[in-house]
């Protein structure tokens, strides 16, 4: 675990130097109907204009996702069930316990699923968004 922060932890700092790959100033936001349980939300550390989000998510069973994108890094932990992730154009993702996902950044509508009828799923969200900037776009 603590390698897989590290190397998260790498990562989210490379993407922020970078920037996002679009400008979703003007989009409307799109809020998750999953529970969320906002962890922490700071600003990144040597870089200006940049916060780092860490949301817990919890989905009940047969939870549907809306359609988004996200203008900037997002990294999916999955503790608990099993999430799917469906992407156009690309075959379903599902991920189980202690799988690791990078959400892709800009135009990508993606949308995620809990297809169990009968268990719930847990999963820790890692995002570096700018300030006033939404976190997730909405999709058609």
Same mark, same amino acid.
């Given at each position: =675990?603590?390698? @897989? ?8 700092? =490379? ?6 790959? $679009? ?8 809020? $998750? ?12 550390? +040597? ?9 817990? @998510?919890?989905?009940?069973?047969? @939870?549907?996702? +809306?359609?988004? $994108? ?45 297809? $169990?009828?009968?268990? +719930?799923?847990?999963?820790?969200? @890692?995002?570096?968004?700018?300030? +006033? ?8």
């Amino acid at each position: =675990m603590k390698r @897989f922060l590290l190397s998260l932890g790498a990562a989210v700092v =490379m993407v922020a130097v970078i920037g996002p790959a $679009s400008d979703a100033g003007a989009a409307e936001e799109y809020v $998750s109907k999953a529970k969320a349980t906002k962890l922490m939300q700071v600003p990144l550390e +040597g870089v200006a204009g940049k916060n780092v989000h860490i949301v817990h @998510f919890s989905a009940p069973a047969g @939870f549907v996702g +809306g359609k988004h $994108s996200h203008p900037g890094p997002a990294f999916v932990y999955v503790l608990e069930g099993q999430l799917t992730i469906e992407m156009a154009g690309e075959p379903p993702i599902t991920l189980g316990p202690g799988d690791v996902f990078q959400e892709p950044v800009g135009d990508r509508v993606m949308q995620a699923r809990n297809k $169990s009828a009968t268990h +719930g799923v847990k999963i820790v969200v @890692f995002q570096i968004g700018d300030e +006033g900037v939404p976190l997730m776009i909405k999709a058609e």
